[in-house]
């Protein structure tokens, strides 16, 4: 029996329709929209992508925002000092920087310049130390819209074995935080596990964020296993994600695909935090 699709493209939608009320409920109480501020750096194919499609999704919403983009040999004392100019404005809700950094850019350095109330994409260090304490936080887009997807579809999470591919600050680590928040068994595996296929065929939840593409293959999982994609791998054939989709479908329960899985879901997730804050 072919997996049942975990479809982000239809939950986005309902989504995007409350979070317009929640806009016009903004702009009645504030006497103006929220406002999203969006830093790109350097010239990341996926990181403009994600850029113009949360741009495109506040246009929709209703809500403003504005994208500051900085040539890659600027410095990070400059990108500092624009980050605590715009965090200190009044008229900024959130502010998103958007990943990967060129390599002359300390991630830990500009994520700690980030006002924790602004850091919408929970990235920075205070919003990070509280998901791993369990406390109230801004959650990164990737492990918001994990849990969002399984709830839409009644997937049990209390008691799951879940095993996240990938230990990156802003898919594996946080999924796996957010899944265990929720009371999940968690694996967190990477490039340098052992014996890995004898880890992921006893996962009940697999989320695979490796950055390799097609990497997860269908004799990699048990049958009837919930798998999710949440890979973004720009390649010459196309958008691919982490997970190798036809032996996938052959053998899993439920999955999410790259794209129409998680993906639609990420980019509003940074959007509902502007408009919410934190919970």
Not at 176 to 201: F, G, Q, S, V
Not at 227 to 255: M, Q, Y
Request: proline fraction near 6%.
């Amino acid at each position: 029996m072919a997996a049942r699709i975990l479809d982000g493209n239809h939950l986005a939608e309902t989504l995007l329709l409350s979070l317009q009320k929640k806009a016009e409920e903004f702009i009645s109480h504030n006497g103006r929209a929220a406002h999203l501020s969006i830093i790109v750096i350097g010239s990341d194919t996926g990181a403009a992508l994600f850029g113009s499609q949360v741009i495109r999704k506040c246009k929709k919403i209703g809500a403003a925002t504005s994208s500051t983009h900085f040539d890659v040999d600027v410095t990070e004392s400059a990108i500092r000092d624009y980050i605590e100019t715009i965090s200190g404005n009044s008229y900024t809700d959130g502010v998103i920087v958007l990943l990967p950094l060129p390599e002359n850019i300390q991630q830990s350095a500009i994520m700690a310049t980030l006002h924790p109330a602004k850091d919408v994409d929970g990235l920075g260090p205070k919003n990070a130390g509280n998901l791993v304490l369990g406390f109230p936080s801004f959650t990164p887009g990737t492990a918001e819209a994990v849990t969002t997807l399984l709830d839409s579809a009644n997937i049990p999470i209390q008691g799951q074995h879940a095993v996240i591919l990938g230990r990156s600050n802003v898919g594996g680590k946080p999924v796996a935080m957010e899944l265990l928040r929720r009371n999940a068994t968690i694996t967190i595996c990477h490039t340098h596990t052992k014996n890995l296929p004898d880890i992921t065929r006893t996962a009940d939840i697999i989320v695979a964020s490796i950055g390799r593409p097609e990497f997860l293959t269908g004799d990699m999982i048990r049958p009837g296993a919930v798998v999710l994609d949440a890979g973004v791998n720009v390649t010459p054939e196309g958008l691919k994600g982490d997970v190798h989709a036809p032996s996938i479908r052959e053998k899993a329960g439920w999955f999410a695909p790259t794209p129409g899985g998680l993906g639609p879901l990420t980019h509003l997730m940074v959007i509902r935090n502007t408009l919410f804050g934190a919970g």
